[in-house]
């Protein structure tokens, strides 16, 4: 079952690592903790202790949903201009330091990055056959919630393979982008020499998904001959390929396929209630996503978030497959399925998240729309192909830009003939366009603008001060002026 790994989340309640409802950076209440004496004594609890790591991954609902929201793809939506306000000032790019939204996304990846940097204080303690995976499987990790962070807020206190502690955000700075970047480098570096190329069961990292990772992480420092390096390295595994039908990839029987590098696996068989967002083993965001007072075939029910502008669905060409797949027009299905109904939301643009949409069938148990199963494709090839695509470009290499990208398009239009012949900068933004039809609704399109230097295209956007998000007013406090603010948000 492709659940699997979630079976065994009992080292989430055991070993009382920071927990990801805190209110602080660090976890200075824990109500139950074993200490290392206790533990780390057998392979069995560095297993428990890495799925505790990978538990962590299921909350980053909240870094697409706003990966999208804060973007030109789509409206924060809801119910009303003042449900969810942090949505909706990330989408108005007025948002500020007091913002729950934002401030889930630094605590969940600061519990991340401190569950693995438990198993990497007591790497040494016990031996075992294969340790050097379950470290690597770390590792990666923690450069994912690393990498999570650095793209949000920039530089963030750094401390090795330890845990921080109590005290800490008054002593230790703010490292700097490059020094984040340095770290997760090293670690991508070290899973991609100790990591398998096949998972040892599905939802586990391999080597692939750290190749590009690695891949992302050059590209976005415009380190572009080292990404191409990596990508290409990958690419030539032939380890993944594009699936044929683009409108297979999102439904549950195309989780896990051929296409994906790197997936977080959601389960609807836990239930979940808005008091513990991060709790749910269900991927809070398709709830969200869904259309208000749904009822009619396919799909359920949801709250209307993340709308798509009309913009984005008109990005699309004649013939490209994607757009449907990506995008819900709800008046079309209204025509197509006569008898359906749903609520007008909240700034009501007629489209819907149809990627990441609550689907009838699925068991959901407790509330639906917070325990949907829809597993979130946090790297697929065709995303792989495209970033390879663009650093073969940075470097000069057309022919092998083109190649890349192309096969993404003939994916999207069946035939090749919708090839770009383009060269230079001309080649370099049908690319990035690419990007935006190929991976609309993933979360990325945010940081595609912002790392290219097209933050202006944000409506509202602020050159010099939204291309990082604020740290929470919290952790500036907490600090007692150890930490700086980032630019604007003072």
């Given amino acids: 079952m492709k659940k699997k790994i979630l079976t065994a ?13 805190c209110d602080d950076f ?120 690393h990498f999570e962070l ?4 920039g530089g963030i206190p750094l401390k090795g393979d330890t845990r921080f502690v109590v005290g800490d955000e008054t002593s230790i700075p703010r490292a700097t982008a490059a020094e984040v970047y340095a770290t997760i480098e090293e670690d991508l570096l070290y899973a991609i020499e100790n990591m398998e190329t096949g ?54 029987d195309g989780e896990n396929g051929t296409e994906s590098v790197f997936e977080v696996q959601y389960s609807d068989q836990e239930g979940a209630g808005f008091g513990c967002l991060q709790c749910s083993e269900g991927n809070v965001a398709v709830g969200f996503n869904g259309p208000r007072n749904f009822t009619g075939p396919l799909y359920d029910s949801g709250y209307s978030f993340n709308i798509p502008t009309q913009e984005a669905y008109d990005i699309y060409e004649p013939g490209d497959n994607r757009r449907d797949v990506a995008i819900l027009n709800i008046a079309d299905f209204v025509t197509a399925n006569p008898g359906t109904t749903y609520g007008i939301g909240y700034e009501h643009t007629g489209f819907f998240n149809k990627k990441y949409i609550p689907r009838q069938g699925d ?61 230079g900068s001309g080649l370099g933004d049908q690319i990035f366009d690419e990007r935006r039809r190929e991976l609309m609704g993933e979360g990325h399109r945010f940081f595609d603008l912002v790392r290219t230097g097209r933050g202006k295209l944000i409506p509202n956007f602020t050159k010099d001060k939204n291309e990082l998000f604020p740290i929470p007013y919290e952790e500036i406090q907490f600090s007692n002026g150890n930490w700086k603010q980032n630019p604007g948000y003072n």
Avoid: C
């Fill in 363 to 423: 068991l959901n148990l407790g509330d639906s729309k917070l325990t949907n199963p829809n597993n979130y494709r946090a790297i697929r090839y065709a995303d792989v192909l495209l970033m390879a695509a663009e650093a073969f470009n940075k470097i000069g290499n057309d022919d092998k830009a083109r190649t890349y990208v192309n096969l993404v398009r003939a994916r999207a239009f069946g035939d090749n003939n919708h090839n770009f012949v383009a060269s």
């Fill in 199 to 252: 998972a040892q069961e599905k939802g586990r990292i391999t080597k692939g998904a750290a190749q590009a990772l690695l891949g992302k992480v050059y590209l976005y420092q415009s380190k572009y001959q080292q990404a191409a390096d990596v990508l290409e390295t990958l690419i030539q595994t032939n380890a993944y390929t594009l699936v044929a039908d683009y409108n297979t990839i999102f439904e549950n």
């Fill in 9 to 21: 989340i009992v080292a989430f309640t055991i070993l009382g690592f920071s927990t990801t409802s």
């Fill in 150 to 153: 650095v793209k949000w807020f």
């Fill in 26 to 145: 660090v976890d200075t209440t824990p109500k139950y903790q074993l200490d290392s004496d206790a533990y780390f004594n057998s392979e069995e609890d560095y297993n428990k202790a890495l799925i505790g790591v990978y538990d962590i991954l299921q909350s980053t609902y909240v870094n697409v949903l706003l990966g999208e929201i804060a973007s030109d793809n789509t409206l924060a939506g809801g119910e009303s201009a003042t449900d969810t306000p942090g949505f909706h000032q990330v989408d108005q790019m007025n948002h500020n330091p007091v913002n729950p939204n934002l401030k889930n996304v630094w605590d969940w990846m600061f519990a991340g990055v401190s569950r693995a940097n438990y198993i990497m204080e007591y790497q040494d303690k016990t031996d075992f056959e294969g340790k050097e995976k379950v470290i690597a499987q770390t590792r990666f990790l923690r450069a994912y919630f």
